[in-house]
């Protein structure tokens, strides 16, 4: 490796602070800086040595950038707020609202003993536990964090700690966003990616559950035919699946947009089900955390177009 590469390679990495395309920029402008001295036949070491240090020239790009070097800081803060929010608006319904409504009569006498306050604090606690460690201590906290609030989740079962599972994927979604925000960023597979998971459980329905799907295509038929309901679940259900899909196309393309449309239908999900309650509500509970997870991640990771 030549003494140009290396360098680029040590500048690289202590440019994790600022946003990828700016990182982008800073090392096109030493690689023509680099390809200029070739031209001049100026010793590369001379050069390499009057640029400074690694470090400080990401100092220097931090100061030149600094609006734009919190885009990591403010996608995991942004996440992970979300996680303590789902987790203290669950915690809340768990403790005020009925547990027969909220469980269904079959696991309401369990729930009844395990919805405490000082339990459903637990996951509270452990989605804000990352929030006061310095930003050097960041990745270990929030790793730590999601894995804590994870196994409080699978300890609480079906029972309480299930409800969490939300905050859990949004405390994971912050970790794996703020080491990739420091990185390389969210290329197209990732953008892709994440439209294919979100759009997966429309997918799996139509594949798995073709009698169903086929029984709402007959309501759908049923209710056209004698005038539109407003309270019916079925057109919100469609037009829930063609806002999904919309986002999700949106995403696959990097438009930031996508992402605030799909988190905003998540958070509706879940607020819904919580509110609803029966027995589907983890199932739809764990759906719109999905929605909102994939929603907000790609909007707060994905930086502004020019």
Known sequence: MSTADEYLRRVR???????????REVLADL??????????????????????????????????FGGESALADTAWRALVWAAVSAAVVTAAVILFLSPGDLFG????????????????????????????????????????????????CVIGGIEAGAFFAPSCLLLWAALVT????????????????????AIAPAVAIAVTWPAALAGTLRRAAAESAAGFDVFS???????????VTLSAALIAFGIRFGGWMLGVVGGIVMVFALVAGGPLTLGMLGLGGLWLTIGLAHAVATPPRD
């Open 13 to 23: 990495r202590h440019l994790y602070a600022i946003a990828p395309n700016r990182r």
């Open 31 to 64: 690689r023509a800086h680099f390809a200029d001295a070739r031209e001049l036949g100026l010793p590369m070491d001379e050069v390499v040595a009057n640029l400074g240090s690694p470090d400080e020239v990401a100092e220097r790009a931090r100061l030149e």
């Open 105 to 152: 009569p079959h696991v309401a006498p369990y729930a009844a003993t395990l919805s405490t306050p000082v339990i459903v604090a637990v996951p509270v606690l452990l989605a804000a536990a990352a929030l006061p460690f310095p930003l050097r201590m960041r990745t270990v906290a929030t790793a730590a964090a999601a894995v804590a609030l994870t196994f409080a």
């Open 178 to 197: 703020w080491v990739r925000l420091r990185g390389d960023g969210f290329g197209p597979f990732w953008h892709l990616g994440a439209a294919l998971l």
């Open 233 to 243: 679940p079925v057109p919100w259900t469609w037009a829930r699946l063609a806002v």
